[in-house]
């Protein structure tokens, strides 16, 4: 079964400084790969999904993502953070018919 | 369009007390999944439908948790008895079909909070 770790429970970047959020997976094939993000008390949204082709994927909010094969690895970036970025991150993996959610990570922006 | 429906917002509860979640997907999603979350995790999965039919329930405690889709639309959670390690957030998502390339459209949840 696919699992995904995501290493950093928690991370502060200071306001307009860049941004990588880790994401390990584990599966026996490519898998679709995602990231969502979740502002206290809010469900979750979908910032950016891998399928296949081009590894450097875009997503919404100015965020975008790298597969790398090699590593089984997908992290997240943002050149600069913006305070409104404060929020829980999840890398989840999907394969067959269901996704797998990591633990998280939080950000937090410093001003 | 219109999001994924969900409610109540909150809920606190003695501890064997029982409980039920409301969801309304997106309109036309035939699948539709309750998360459990809890505190400090990522969601875990409890339940997926297919339209009205059970897909997977594997991680679902069945003694106490149940889940319906009667008429392949709305679904409701249940939980009787509930026990203070249920405290967590209850999320709903629906898909047009199983794992596509759009993922899950998430609604805010319902956080429970067992006393």
């Known amino acids: 079964a696919q699992s995904v770790t995501q290493p950093d429970i928690h991370i502060t970047v200071s306001e307009g400084a860049s941004l990588e959020l880790r994401c390990n997976y584990s599966?026996?094939?490519?898998?679709?790969l995602f990231w969502y993000v979740q502002s206290p008390g809010q469900g979750l949204q979908l910032l950016l999904k891998?399928?296949?082709?081009?590894?450097l994927v875009q997503g919404i909010k100015g965020f975008e993502a790298e597969f790398k094969r090699s590593q089984s690895s997908f992290n997240l970036r943002k050149p600069s953070v913006h305070w409104s970025d404060a929020a829980e991150y999840f890398c989840?993996?999907?394969?067959?018919?269901?996704?797998?959610f990591g633990a998280g990570t939080r950000l937090t922006v410093k001003p | 369009e219109a999001g994924v429906a969900q409610s109540p917002r909150y809920k606190i509860i003695e501890k064997r007390q029982s409980v039920a979640f409301w969801c309304n997907p997106i309109s036309g999603h035939a699948t539709l999944y309750w998360y459990q979350q809890i505190l400090g995790q990522g969601p875990k999965l409890l339940i997926q439908?297919?339209?009205?039919?059970?897909?997977?329930d594997s991680q679902l405690p069945k003694d106490r948790f149940s889940a319906e889709r009667l008429k392949g639309v709305d679904s409701t959670l249940k939980i009787q008895p509930a026990k203070l390690e249920d405290s967590a957030v209850y999320l709903c998502?629906?898909?047009?079909?199983?794992?596509?390339?759009?993922?899950?459209?998430f609604g805010s949840g319902t956080r429970l909070t067992v006393v």
């Open positions: 891998y399928f296949s082709g081009d590894t």
């Open positions: 998502a629906s898909s047009l079909g199983g794992l596509d390339k759009n993922g899950y459209t």
């Open positions: 599966y026996g094939a490519t898998p679709y």
């Open positions: 989840a993996v999907g394969a067959g018919d269901d996704m797998r």
């Open positions: 439908f297919q339209n009205n039919g059970v897909v997977d």
